[in-house]
């Protein structure tokens, strides 16, 4: 047999050829395939991380200013660039799938940038769906609640302070839980709390706070109403000028009320649209307080609309004092009362908001207050302490804000 | 006649394609998904078990995208999520800085959906809705 060696290596070149060539294909897709896996396995590994803990900010900063001194917000004639100015820092770390920890730290232009835990629970999501959470949390009283010192999330340049301003605390230390059912094309999200808390500038004590809201949501339209009730304990405080000599003057704190476990119950309801263009925001609440402690309504509407990263916006707010007959100046202490409790007013605001650049956007705002019948709309610093006459009737307040989040 | 109806439908249905845009993509293995669905799963709600990956802010198929599904603006989606950070209530989805990359993630993990241009779809993920 005779065999030709050299055409041998030839032949089996030839022979081998294709599946050399189909070897490499396979080679390749392969070498493609794993670095794609290798890729997708690095960006799970940094997701994780990542994943893990999440920092996040807002950041506002304020020039807020008034025709006169009334008191609106604080502004006075004088720029004021604390009042609104506020730094949130949050942190969020996921302990498992279900369960994690938020903390988030404010410090407000308002109490001269002390830093407070505004946010500080441990979140649980049951199997079922229940979301329970316990620490300090916002109370969920109002449709901003949750997110109120969070600028950039809202349209207008401040909630309205006629409906904001009626209940003097905010966060709550207890716990909540709430539970989403998921519908075709919106959502309906239940919600309770409970616990305690105390109002910072009175230093009333708030107890036995309980509530349950309910809201529904298709990202077009969102309905909600709300209820809550608490005990209020302790005494109302009001700082006033005590003129000791001609000319000299010194701040004092007066006990206006003396509030005994007095229970307050608070109603509200609201709805927004926002279709992309259109903006319309409406609200309304009822507090009432045992007591002499004013039982006040209040409401708002809001409209806008969006032109690219322009948003005009105009709101119209009210609130009324609806118990000034309990307290008639029969005495002192009563017309104390009427003077410092006794309070409605119109607020009727021009806004815009300029989504300037990425995640910063920047506020107008001129609102103009009327209608204060006999009362000082709700300013303590609208009443003369000595005279007990009421110095204005009518105020401006200018803003330019702008809000970052980052 | 005929065949110029024919050439005009073509070159009709030609235009519409190129303007088709954004498709929603899952794993090969994936099932179809609804609308209602897939809004969902991109404003963070719904089944907890999808992942979600988005292309990076400024992306002009991502604007699109949630034009069709979110029905959110950029600014608008962006107030959204920061309502939802600092409530407590969810985190923005992982971003991808292409295509290549959103579909890499999406044929990686079978739970996975994205979304892509239609005219870069290839056979390592599947779309399950075109909205």
Redesign the interface.
Known sequence: MKFNLKALPVAISIAMAPSIALADDAADAKIAKLE??V???Q??QN?SL?DKV?L?G?ISGAYISSDNDAGYNSADTSANFSEDSKV?L?A?FDISDRT?A?L?LMMRGEYDWEVEAE?A?L?HRFENGVKL?GGKL?VPLYMYS??LD?G???PFARPPEEVYGAVPFSSYTGAGASY?V?F??S?LTMQMFGGESKVKSTGTEVSNLIGANVSWTD??WTLRAVYGQAQLDGSVKSEVDVELAPGVITQADYTVLELNDEKGTFTGVGASY???EVIAITEWTRIEVDAAYPDSDSGYLTLGY?IK?FTPYVTVAYMKTQDNDERLPISVAAATQMLAFNAERMAYSLGLRW?AI??VAVKFDVTYADDFGDTSGGFLNNVDSNTGQIIYDDTLIYTVKFDA?F | MKTLFTVLALSLSAIVSANAAVVVIGNTASGDMSASDAKKAFLGKGDSSVVVYELEEGNATRSAFHQAVTGKSDAQLKAFWSKQVFTGKGNPPATVPSAAAMKSAVASNPNAIGYIDEADVDATVKVILKP
Request: charge should be negative; proline fraction near 0%; aromatic fraction near 12%.
């Open positions: 794609q896996q890729q997708a396995l960006s799970q997701a990542k999440k996040n807002f949130g949050q969020t994690q938020v988030q946010w629970y979140a959470r916002r949750d997110y969070v950039y999330a809202q989403d998921d075709d094309d959502t990202e077009t926002d279709n992309g969006r990263e989504d990425d995640n989040v």
